[in-house]
């Protein structure tokens, strides 16, 4: 059963950097993988970030960026704001019409 | 503007039944792949299920395959998501969402509010 790995728990500095991946127990994340990242702050229905690897949503700011390294999709914030702090989700496509998201990672910015 | 409203959760019984809805507003559903993604009370984001634009794919969570049925009436820009035998783990918040492609590659970009199901006797 393939899952879709991300870290649970990053902190950032305010104005610091920092990178969230998003990978698979089995296999690589590629662009046939279509990853794109969603934010959600508590009680709030998710915000599209970034798609097309690295094509951001209308009205994202361009302290996010996304890339694929290594044989992982990345979400890069550059210049953390406290207002980042929330729960990042990535969403890969699997095989076969299914789509799973990762566990989502708690950003905190301290 | 484009819109997604749900409706349907309630509190059932472990074993009942129950149908969500979802209607489209600012943009023609015939277009658009569409999905339940589902947040158990605490936890992450969970697809559930994707329908094509006019009905004929649709595709499963394992663990809803054959209590859930994903359909949609384009005529009248809505989305369903019926569900049978539900159990306490089907509890959660469930959004309606919009699949786009862009560039050959798909994403969410549009999500609805969400609305709370909750499974429990």
């Known amino acids: 059963q393939t899952v879709v790995t991300q870290e649970p728990s990053v902190s950032v500095s305010p104005g610091g950097t920092v990178t969230l991946t998003c990978g698979l127990s089995?296999?690589?994340?590629?662009?046939?993988?279509?990853p794109s990242w969603y934010q959600q702050t508590p009680g709030q229905a998710p915000r599209t970030l970034i798609y097309?690897?690295?094509t951001r949503s209308s009205g994202v700011p361009d302290r996010f960026s996304g890339s694929i390294v290594g044989n992982k999709a990345a979400l890069t914030i550059t210049g953390a704001q406290a207002d980042d702090e929330s729960d990042y989700y990535c969403?890969?496509?699997?095989?076969?019409?299914?789509?799973?998201f990762g566990g989502g990672t708690k950003l905190t910015v301290l | 503007e484009v819109q997604l409203v749900e409706s349907g959760g309630v509190l059932v019984h472990p074993g009942g039944s129950l149908t969500l809805s979802c209607v489209a507003s600012?943009?023609?559903?015939?277009?658009?792949?569409m999905t339940w993604v589902r947040q158990a009370p605490g936890k992450g984001l969970e697809w559930v299920a994707n329908?094509?634009?006019?009905?004929?794919?649709?595709y499963y969570l394992d663990s809803v395959k054959g209590r859930f049925t994903i359909s949609r009436d384009n005529a009248e820009n809505s989305l369903y998501l019926q569900m049978n035998s539900l159990r306490a783990e089907d509890s959660a918040v469930y959004y309606c969402?919009?699949?786009?492609?862009?560039?050959?590659?798909?994403?969410?970009?549009?999500w609805g509010q969400g609305t709370l199901v909750t499974v429990s006797s």
């Open positions: 969402a919009r699949w786009t492609l862009y560039s050959g590659y798909y994403h969410i970009d549009q």
């Open positions: 600012g943009f023609t559903l015939t277009t658009y792949w």
């Open positions: 329908i094509k634009q006019d009905g004929s794919s649709r």
């Open positions: 089995s296999g690589s994340v590629s662009t046939s993988s279509h």
């Open positions: 097309n690897i690295n």
């Open positions: 969403v890969l496509y699997i095989d076969s019409g299914i789509w799973m």
